[in-house]
């Protein structure tokens, strides 16, 4: 059993900051890339950033400048900061990873439930 625990959601006023986490627990062996996605009222999930095992990192458009993703191996957990936030980031945001369990030979797709956060003045 692997769970996904995010935290860090929030109302926040536009151009401030917020910093999400995710937690992976349960029987795992290691994890490969990580990532945040988000789903905004009425639109589809869309990825907001990934990171690789090995640091790589990757960003919407939308985001780049703004948002830096990290993780800390050790934790099995990544982390979004997310400055300059706007109105159009408003959204549950939800934390991805895939996972490697402890005695399977495939691994896990893994979704955390999601944290909201609203940027209104």
């Known amino acids: 059993q692997v769970q996904l625990v995010e935290s860090g959601g929030g109302l926040v006023q536009p151009g401030g900051s917020l910093r999400l986490s995710c937690a992976a627990s349960?029987?795992?062996?290691?994890?490969?890339?990580m990532g945040w996605y988000r789903q905004a009222p009425g639109k589809e999930r869309e990825l907001v950033a990934t990171?690789?095992?090995?640091?790589?990192?990757n960003y919407a458009d939308s985001v780049k400048g703004r948002f830096t993703i990290s993780r800390d191996n050790a934790k099995n957990t990544v982390y979004l900061q997310m400055n300059s936030l706007k109105l159009e980031d408003t959204a549950v945001y939800y934390c991805?990873?895939?996972?490697?369990?402890?005695?399977?030979?495939?691994?896990?797709?893994?979704w955390g439930q999601g944290t909201l956060v609203t940027v209104s003045s």
């Open positions: 990171i690789s095992s090995g640091g790589s990192t």
């Open positions: 349960g029987s795992i062996f290691g994890i490969n890339a």
């Open positions: 991805n990873a895939d996972i490697h369990i402890i005695g399977k030979w495939d691994t896990l797709d893994a």
